[in-house]
């Protein structure tokens, strides 16, 4: 697990915050990684990572009455949360503590599965996809969504000191920065073919907003202890982006990477 998702997770309220503005910010790129699982009436689908359960709403809709959804997360505060919020809901998601990395489901349990800003958390994503895959059926879809840390820019200051910033968040912040253009990769060699790929862009016009999301402040922190940026350079950097943002020309912006492919084991 990522040390900046570990942070996050410290404080349960910062974390459900935090899951339901980017519900908010990222709702069009979510529906559009469900709607690549091709579902159907009936079908039964796993949503891996399902946080408060808002996706897994989502494609309880997809699949209707007759359908099952699944949702597992590993923070058992969250699972709860989610139950309690959908307790209203006929039919309703099933929501249970689970790990990315080993299902407890027989193989070919679902017609599709899903996870959503998961992978670049775990040390093991690979891991991960082929246990997706496992689950699904022959035939099945498995959907996956992810950022690419490397695309990180940030309005405002020295450009080196930016690019710095990025850096740190891809290398060393994230646990797997580079995840979102692996996605096909990981998909086609966990045994998934019909890949299909997009990719959209994650846009923040306020500073208050880009740095809860995008944690900009306690990476430069980090970057600036570990030596990888000098501390003045820091300051004056974050200084000139707060100064942006007061005069509302701040702009960040990140690539969201939606893959999904046909189980064919």
């Known amino acids: 697990m990522s040390g900046a998702w570990r942070a ?54 997809a699949v209707g009455a007759a359908g099952r959804v699944v ?4 923070n058992q505060e969250l699972v709860a949360k989610a139950m309690e919020r959908t307790r209203a809901i006929f039919p309703r998601p099933e929501f249970r503590a689970g790990d990315a990395l080993s ?28 246990e997706m895959v496992r689950v699904t059926r022959p035939g099945g879809r498995a959907s996956v969504l992810d950022v690419d840390w ?30 979102g253009r692996r996605l096909v990769q990981l998909l086609i060699d ?22 809860f999301v995008l ?6 922190e980090a970057a600036m202890s570990a030596g ?3 501390r003045g350079a820091g ?5 000139a982006v707060r100064e942006l943002d007061a005069r509302d020309r701040f702009f960040a912006s990140v690539n969201v990477v939606i893959c999904a492919g046909t189980v064919c084991r």
């Open 8 to 61: 996050l997770e410290r404080d349960s309220g910062e974390v459900t915050r935090y899951l339901e503005l980017l519900t908010q910010q990222l709702d069009g790129m979510k529906r559009k990684s469900i709607d690549m699982l091709r579902l159907r009436p009936g079908d039964s689908v796993l949503d891996v990572g399902c946080g408060l359960g808002r996706d897994a709403e989502i494609i309880l809709g």
């Open 235 to 239: 300051e004056a950097w974050w200084k």
């Open 71 to 74: 949702g597992i997360d590993p």
């Open 103 to 130: 299902l407890e489901f027989a193989d070919n349990t679902f017609d599709g599965c899903r996870t959503d800003r998961v992978l670049q958390h775990l040390d093991d994503p690979e891991r991960a996809v082929a």
């Open 190 to 211: 966990a045994g998934c073919k019909d890949v299909e790929v997009g990719a959209e862009v994650a846009l923040f016009r306020d500073l208050g907003t880009a740095n």
């Open 150 to 179: 490397h695309t990180l820019t940030i309005a405002g200051g020295e450009v080196a000191v930016a690019q710095d910033v990025a850096r740190y968040q891809a290398f060393v912040a994230s646990g797997q920065g580079d995840i």
């Open 228 to 230: 990888a940026i000098a």
């Open 215 to 220: 944690q900009i402040c306690s990476t430069l």
